[in-house]
């Protein structure tokens, strides 16, 4: 069995953000390409989130990691952490989204 790393993030966002972008669970689950009882396991905080699932509802949802992590459990994020991370991110001609689960790959492995 392939160890499959959890991340942090926020259930309660997720939801939040699927709803901002008039989803339903199935339409987000067709998206990503995950199963909608996973979607809905995600929403209730009863599953975590593998690097890998993270990725595809980043790229569903069309968002911004920021918005549904809870990154080392700081919540809020402070503004001009997020602001320079950012400007790093852009200076090296990549996403957040590349950034973020480069970062992750190799903080969790």
Do not use: H
């Not at 993270?54 to 990691?65: G, V």
């Amino acid at each position: 069995m392939t160890y499959r790393p959890q991340i942090y993030f926020n259930p309660e966002l997720l939801k939040r953000i699927r709803k901002e972008k008039k989803m339903t669970q199935a339409e987000l689950s067709e998206a990503a390409g995950l199963r909608q009882n996973g979607i809905n396991d995600l929403e209730k905080g009863w599953r975590g989130l593998t690097v890998p699932m993270f990725q595809k509802m980043c790229e569903a949802l069309n968002a911004d990691p920021f918005q549904i992590m809870d990154l080392i459990f700081v919540n809020p994020l402070p503004a001009d952490l997020v602001r320079k991370f950012r400007q790093a991110v852009k200076a090296e001609g990549k996403t957040v989204n590349q950034v973020l689960i480069e970062f992750m790959r190799v903080y969790t492995s």
